[in-house]
């Protein structure tokens, strides 16, 4: 056809002198078609130029095409590249992505979500921290039937499949770091502690500190938000101290970027006078001078993984749990760190 209308499957159906269900069939690739049949429609399909909608496939065969994500996660450096990562994965695989935000300590929490899944009609969903550690949505949605990942610090039950950051294990290997470089007097700025992110890190970090038999006294902890202006308030309070830190462990890159300006702004050098590192390598980690030394989580590659497990649930429903997937961390070292002053 040359006019400028919009080819549709019953214009198909017309033109071959078949049912609409049986260009359906053809078009899902249903066994239910004779050879003949099919090569006719295909022909005819190919003749007047159809492309179907992946939409309109999507609900010839039940589902919706959609994928959602639920996430409560001011970071845009974090967030933006999750969200980036499940989108390719989802264009390739002709889904869309439905992003439905949520507040962490809701009391409404697991209802709201699963009134989410219910009036969205999503085909599956991923659940990123922190919503991802209430065990109650896990559950939940999987009594609902409901294909979901859930990523994670720690392992939450009732998750068909689980993404898991060896965050504890990351951050030991960060006062490592600073340990090595003759650092005694060390802090954190941690997370907020309802977080299980925020424990995981703080509990490894401690950890490898009392390996060595060292502290980490109250004096030298503050709690943040992951937020910059807590990061900010954090870190002047431990610079302020009559006998101040030489290394600040803040972590996520947000924080320890506001360690930098609240350390520049009493006449430090970093890391002259204070080393100062991160947690996650989010973009901001370069953007900021000196360059954030951090660890990195491999957001992207978290995010494809994510999507491709939960696109294969969706595909193949008998799959009804897969194994966690256990997420190794690694340490970057740039130039926000260096060796104890004198």
């Not at 953007?287 to 491709?308: C, K, N």
């Amino acid at each position: 056809m040359s006019d400028y209308r919009s080819i549709t499957i019953t214009d198909v159906a017309q033109a071959a002198g078949v049912s609409i269900r049986t260009v359906s069939r053809v078009l899902n690739n249903s066994p239910k078609v004779g050879a003949a049949a099919r090569e006719k429609i295909q022909a005819t399909i190919e003749e007047m130029g159809f492309s179907p909608s992946s939409r309109a496939r999507a609900l010839a065969s039940g589902r919706s095409s959609l994928i959602g994500v639920v996430q409560d996660d001011p970071n845009a450096h974090v967030i933006g590249v999750f969200q980036r990562g499940i989108v390719d994965v989802c264009a390739a695989q002709g889904y869309e992505l439905v992003v439905h935000p949520a507040k962490f300590g809701d009391p409404d929490l697991t209802r709201n979500i699963e009134d989410f899944a219910r009036r969205s009609r999503i085909d599956g969903l991923i659940v990123l921290p922190p919503i991802s550690e209430a065990s109650s949505i896990a559950l939940a949605l999987t009594k609902r039937g409901v294909p979901a990942i859930g990523i994670a610090s720690v392992r939450v039950p009732g998750y068909p499949g689980a993404l898991v950051s060896e965050e504890r294990i990351a951050a030991g290997v960060l006062a490592e770091h600073l340990i090595g470089l003759g650092h005694t007097r060390i802090a954190i700025v941690t997370g907020p502690l309802a977080f299980h992110s925020a424990n995981e890190r703080e509990q490894g970090f401690r950890g490898a500190l009392e390996a060595h038999d060292m502290s980490l006294p109250n004096r030298y902890v503050r709690e943040g938000d992951y937020g910059f202006a807590s990061g900010y308030a954090a870190a002047g309070a431990l610079l302020d101290q009559a006998d101040p830190p030489t290394a600040i462990f803040a972590c996520n890159d947000i924080m320890a970027a506001s360690a930098i300006k609240a350390a520049h702004e009493r006449g430090l050098a970093v890391p002259r006078d204070l080393s100062i590192a991160g947690f996650d390598d989010s973009d901001i980690a370069s953007m900021v001078s000196p360059a954030l030394t951090t660890i990195r989580r491999p957001l992207l590659a978290m995010a494809h993984d994510a999507t491709e497990r939960l696109i294969g649930m969706i595909a193949d429903r008998s799959i009804t749990r897969l194994p966690d997937h256990r997420i190794a961390l690694s340490l970057i070292e740039r130039q926000s760190t260096g060796p104890a002053p004198a």
